[in-house]
């Protein structure tokens, strides 16, 4: 069974009150997935396979594993897509615990979605300290001659 990891280090995550927050530090696109798709972005961090995370899944949602499949796969190709993860052969090996805790009761199934945002991508590749007008400062920046 195949793992995924985390591409490189200009790939940046949080999950915040189950959501994971993404962001693609050289692109300046960031990402975004709630409920299910914040699991699965917790397992790739954390170095579980396909069938950890999917076992976790069904552990928190009402989901059986062969229908959780296919949602399970479009979010993976979706993150290698955007150059976020890379499949790693063999199995993986977790050196870490989950950080999103099972809920009290299993919550109803949401097939998992990695949204991505473009719109702050200016914003984002501002180099606030080494991108201004010296002359000027903050926020003039440097025009590329």
């Not at 960031?30 to 699991?39: D, E, M, P, R």
């Not at 949602?71 to 615990?97: Q, R, Y």
């Amino acid at each position: 069974m195949s793992a995924f990891k985390v591409r490189n280090a200009r790939i940046v995550s949080e999950i915040i009150d189950g959501e994971a927050i993404i962001m693609d530090l050289k692109s300046g696109i960031y990402f975004s997935a709630q409920g299910v798709g914040a699991i699965i972005w917790d397992g790739i961090m954390r170095g579980f396979d396909k069938n950890q995370i999917t076992h976790r899944i069904c552990q928190a949602y009402l989901v059986e594993p062969g229908d959780l499949a296919p949602g399970l796969e479009d979010f993976i190709a979706a993150a290698v897509a955007n150059i976020l993860v890379e499949e790693l052969p063999g199995i993986a090996a977790a050196t870490e615990d989950w950080s999103i805790a099972l809920p009290g009761a299993r919550l109803p199934y949401v097939p998992p979605v990695l949204q991505s945002y473009g719109d702050m991508q200016d914003l984002a590749l501002l180099d606030p300290i080494h991108d201004v007008r010296e002359e000027e400062g903050w926020p003039s920046r440097k025009v590329d001659v």
